[in-house]
């Protein structure tokens, strides 16, 4: 039987039967990315980098749209965030020479990395990576030692909140909202696999 309601029609709901959503759920895998419960300390250390760092007296509106963001995705982790795609880099010069680090986040991605480029008269620039971290969802995780991304977050922190150290945030999808209702549930740490 159907109901007409404002030239609309309506089919009965029985409150006793699940909606199909809720069926079409059951089963499913939730995709996380391939950290290590051990990760969890990292990125918990950049949380609190990323909210130091919105503190610097040089911070413009646009890079604390670009901060807020990225804490957003930070804080869902180990579950990917839809529509992040976005990237903070501190960069420092000396002479010639340039150095960098660099946090990337995106739906499908994590990743810390760090280098430079060195100049060489009548040579040029030749460009390097010194270190790099990468996570991806559906199980994907370098294999980097604990102490290694500890010093690197560590270093990051530091620089990241050094007005002297230039900071860049790039937001790929700038026009995109996210949904900033998605919370990441409490236990999701504890789905991971341990270092053994």
């Known amino acids: 039987m159907t109901l007409s ?5 309506v089919e009965p709901h029985d409150d006793n039967d699940e909606s199909d959503d809720a069926d079409e759920g059951k089963g499913l895998a939730v995709e996380r990315f391939g950290f290590l419960r051990e990760d969890r300390h990292h990125i918990q250390e950049l949380i609190a980098g990323v909210r130091r760092a919105l503190k610097r007296k040089s911070v413009t509106p646009q890079q604390i749209c670009g901060l807020g963001k990225l804490l957003h995705g930070l804080q869902r982790l ?13 960069g420092s010069r000396t002479g ?13 991605s994590f990743e810390l990395s760090s280098g430079g480029a060195e100049y060489t008269p009548g040579v040029g ?7 790099s971290f990468l996570v991806e969802v559906g199980g994907f995780r370098d294999n980097c030692m604990f102490t290694e991304i500890e010093d690197w977050i ?10 002297d150290q230039a900071l860049k945030v790039d937001d790929e999808d700038e026009g995109l909202a996210l949904d900033w209702h998605e919370e990441a549930v409490e236990d999701d740490w504890d789905q991971l696999d341990s270092e053994h």
């Not at 180990?78 to 501190?90: D, K």
């Not at 620039?125 to 270190?131: G, P, Q, R």
């Open 154 to 163: 560590s270093g990051f922190i530091k620089s990241l909140c050094d007005e």
């Open 125 to 131: 620039s030749d460009s390097h990576t010194s270190f």
């Open 5 to 9: 309601h404002s030239g609309k029609t």
């Open 78 to 90: 180990p579950l990917p965030t839809p529509g992040i795609n976005i990237s903070v880099t501190i």
């Open 96 to 108: 010639e020479n340039l150095f960098y680090q660099s946090v990337e986040l995106s739906e499908s």
